[in-house]
């Protein structure tokens, strides 16, 4: 299913994958109030069931599932469909191994309903942008690899495509408009959620990882995508357009 196909539907609709009655119901109609639709899973089979027969525009994805762990879940779930996971899990391992495993973002048990409201709608935004193909096909080559913009593809040296998730192509997209540039992980995450970074979000750096096993010829010695200690990242290598 692609998150583009469910976009077209009057109100977003979310699916919360949640088994606790109060915070299902209580987010599901904040949310509703304020222009989604919202269905409510209660565990990941109900999950898997319903993504089957409807389209769903974002999944609110509990880690702490009755029947399966929600990490194991996020492992099976289409990559086109942006997940924010919910955990009220305080170590911060829960929150990096989905962020590795290919979530968008996250947020922490308890939260504020205005919070989860924000992450939802800039991480729809950012699939919103993604699916508004430019009239013309730009390429953006770097490093013997290629970027295409239009099309949201990335192709190695060998010229085999790299499967990019929409968080990992919008922050390559944001290195490649910047070549040598280092972009603090301030301007990151404003770029891939317009939101400043909180003094403990990770996300930056676990995205940069996925990157540089994706992208380096040398991952432990990362020679494209530098870090600035302390500062943030840039793209070390001449960038072409087209």
């Excluded at 996971?85 to 504020?112: H, N, Q």
């Excluded at 770029?191 to 930056?204: E, K, N, S, V």
Aim: overall charge negative.
């Amino acid at each position: 299913m692609q998150a583009s196909e469910a976009s077209s539907a009057i109100r977003p609709h979310v699916l919360l994958v949640e088994d606790d009655p109060q915070i299902a119901g209580l987010s599901a109609r904040y949310l509703e109030n304020h222009g989604f639709r919202c269905t409510i899973a209660v565990d990941s089979g109900a999950m898997d069931t319903l993504l089957l027969t409807e389209p769903v525009d974002l999944i609110l994805l509990d880690l702490g599932l009755p029947d399966e762990d929600g990490l194991m879940a996020l492992r099976r779930l289409d990559r086109n469909t942006p997940v924010i996971i919910v955990t009220g899990r305080r170590e911060s391992v829960d929150r990096v191994v989905g962020l590795e495993l290919g979530a968008d973002d996250y947020i922490t048990k308890p939260f504020d309903f205005r919070e989860l409201l924000a992450r939802i709608r800039s991480v729809l935004r950012r699939v919103e942008r993604s699916g508004s193909a430019a009239p013309h096909p730009s390429l953006l080559s770097f490093d013997g690899m290629q970027l295409d913009v239009a099309a949201r593809a990335m192709v190695d040296r060998e010229g085999n495509p790299v499967p990019l998730t929409g968080t990992e192509f919008e922050l390559l997209h944001a290195l490649a408009e910047h070549p040598g540039q280092v972009l603090t992980r301030d301007q990151l995450m404003n770029h891939l959620h317009g939101r400043d970074a909180g003094p403990f979000d990770r996300a930056i750096d676990v995205h940069i990882g996925r990157l540089r096993r994706k992208l380096e010829r040398d991952p432990a010695r990362p020679q494209l995508i530098q870090s600035s200690r302390g500062i943030g990242y840039r793209l070390a290598t001449t960038v072409t357009s087209s």
